[in-house]
C-alpha cells in the first residue's frame, strides 16, 4: 500500500499514483490533483468528472470516453479539448478512479 | 506494510519516450469481423495520444463506401474459428443470421457500428485516407464515401504522410 501526499491531502495510490479508495476524493483534492497534471478545473471540467464520479458506484469500473460522451452527452472532441492528448485516464487520474479497462 | 512517499506520486502523463509517436493502420478486408481491429487499435491510440491515420484500400473501402459501410457482414465460410462444420456457413440465410449475431454481440459491449465508430475516431484526432488505386477499380469518387474522409490518395502519397510511423496491415 502505498501514500502520497497531494496539497496537504493524504491519499492511498498505486504504483502510478491512481487514487485507490473512492471515499478519500473530495472535490478540493480532485482541483489539487487536476493542477498536478496541468489541467486547471472550468465548470466543463468538472461536468465530465461528476459524471464520472457518478457513475463508478453504479458500474463498479470507470467510465471509457465512449461513455463519457454516449452517455454522460459530453462530446468526445470535447473531452480531447479539455483534457488534451490521453482523456481518459486524466479524466480518471482527476476523478479519483483506476483507469479505465474497458478498450473502447 | 505503507509507505509514505514525500514527493508527491503522480502518474506521468507526458509523452516521455513516445514524444511524437504515430500508428499507420492499412485496412484491406471488408468482413465485419475484419473492420473491427483496426478501429479498435485507432481508437486506443488516439486516446494515448497517439497521431493516428488510417488508409482504406481494396475490400477495406467496403469500410469507407457510403453504400456498404453500414452493412459489412460476418460469414462462417472459410472461418475455423467459429468451430461449426464449414459446410453450415454455405445454408442460405446463414451469413445474415452470422452477421446479425455479430452485430448483437458487439452492441452489448457497447462498441458502435461501423459508420458512428469511424465518427469517434475523427472526433477524437484520427485521419482517414482512401487508396486511389482502389476508387479507380471500383469507379467511386470523393462523393461516394464517407464524409470524414480526408482525400483519396496514392499509397505512395499515404507513405509519405506516415513518415516515421509504426504500422499495422490488417
Not at chain 1, 11 to 16: G, K, L, R, T
Not at chain 1, 23 to 46: F, N, P, R
Not at chain 2, 40 to 68: P, S
Request: proline share 5%; hydrophobic share 40%; with cysteine.
Amino acid at each position: 500500500m502505498v501514500t502520497t501526499t497531494i496539497d496537504t491531502h493524504q491519499i492511498h495510490v498505486d504504483d502510478e499514483g491512481f487514487m485507490t479508495r473512492y471515499d478519500e476524493w473530495t472535490e478540493d483534492l480532485g482541483t489539487a490533483l487536476a493542477a498536478q497534471i496541468g489541467v486547471e478545473m472550468s465548470e466543463e471540467h468538472w461536468k465530465a468528472i461528476r459524471f464520472l464520479r457518478d457513475d463508478f458506484p453504479e458500474r463498479g469500473e470507470t467510465a471509457t470516453l465512449r461513455r463519457v460522451a454516449t452517455v454522460g452527452g459530453i462530446p468526445t472532441k470535447q473531452l480531447f479539448a479539455l483534457f488534451p492528448k490521453k482523456p481518459a485516464k486524466k479524466m480518471a487520474y482527476i476523478a479519483g478512479l483506476p483507469k479505465p479497462r474497458g478498450c473502447v | 506494510m505503507t509507505t509514505t512517499e514525500t514527493a508527491p506520486l503522480v502518474p506521468s502523463f507526458d509523452d516521455g519516450e513516445g514524444a511524437g509517436r504515430k500508428l499507420a493502420i492499412i485496412c484491406s478486408k471488408g468482413n465485419l469481423d475484419m473492420a473491427y481491429p483496426g478501429l479498435i487499435l485507432a481508437n486506443a491510440a488516439l486516446g494515448e495520444g497517439v497521431e493516428t491515420h488510417l488508409f482504406f484500400t481494396f475490400w477495406g473501402f467496403d469500410m469507407i463506401n457510403k453504400k456498404t459501410m453500414g452493412d459489412l457482414k460476418f460469414t462462417m465460410l472459410g472461418n475455423t474459428a467459429t468451430h461449426l462444420p464449414q459446410g453450415l456457413g454455405g445454408i442460405p440465410g446463414m451469413t445474415a443470421m452470422a452477421t446479425h449475431q455479430m452485430k448483437k454481440s458487439i452492441e452489448e459491449i457497447g462498441v458502435p457500428e461501423v459508420p458512428e465508430f469511424l465518427q469517434q475516431i475523427v472526433d477524437s484526432g484520427g485521419h482517414l485516407w482512401a487508396c486511389r488505386m482502389s476508387a479507380d477499380m471500383q469507379h467511386l469518387e470523393a462523393a461516394d464515401l464517407y464524409d470524414e474522409v480526408e482525400a483519396i490518395i496514392s499509397a505512395s502519397d499515404f507513405i509519405e504522410k506516415t513518415d516515421g510511423a509504426q504500422l499495422l496491415f490488417i
